[in-house]
């Protein structure tokens, strides 16, 4: 681990509670969507899941527990009845909240400069997969509708009344 990560690991671990705070907070001001639905407990339970995913994968420079995480989340979100647009901004939310952390509470140096690439480039993967996820679901969800449809119409066109006629709809 760098020298950068290090320091970027003690700041979060350290505001850790102040940075699951604000974001749980302004989740749950986003009018009209689930966010402002769910108690705040469940909130902080989620959060600090999603924060441990990106650190680690800050820390071990390794995307793939991200793509699964994600992955995961889309799976879940998508069941659940949320929009792609909703949770799209809680990743930004949960991003500003990240940033904000780290430049109030780490040195302004070349290190930081890094480090807020870093994290730039992670919650853009974030973002990437789970719009990724989250759309192929949909097509797939769309293409098993499309395939139930043109079952119903072969089977609507090829029934027969009781008496061997052609049925008519009332």
């Known amino acids: ?70 992955e995961n989340l ?15 901004n809680a990743i930004r939310i949960f991003e500003e909240e990240f940033w904000d952390i780290l430049v109030t509470h780490y040195p302004v140096s070349k290190e930081l400069v890094e480090l807020l690439t870093d994290c730039n480039m992670v919650f853009g993967l974030a973002r990437d997969y789970f719009a990724q996820y989250y759309m192929d679901k949909t097509i797939a969800m769309q293409n098993e509708l499309n395939s139930l449809k043109e079952r119903f119409y072969k089977y609507k066109q090829g029934r027969k009344d009781l008496t061997g006629n052609e049925a008519v709809d009332q």
């Open 74 to 88: 889309a799976r879940q979100r998508s069941n659940e009845g949320y929009s792609l647009e909703e949770v799209q």
């Open 1 to 70: 681990m760098t020298v950068a990560n290090n320091k970027l690991y003690e700041v979060i671990e350290k505001h850790k509670d102040e940075l699951i705070t604000e974001i749980c907070n302004r989740l749950q001001k986003l009018s009209s969507s689930h966010y402002e639905m769910i108690d705040f407990e469940r909130h902080q339970e989620r959060e600090e899941e999603f924060l441990d995913i990106i650190i680690k994968v800050i820390h071990e420079n390794n995307e793939r527990p991200l793509k699964i995480y994600m």
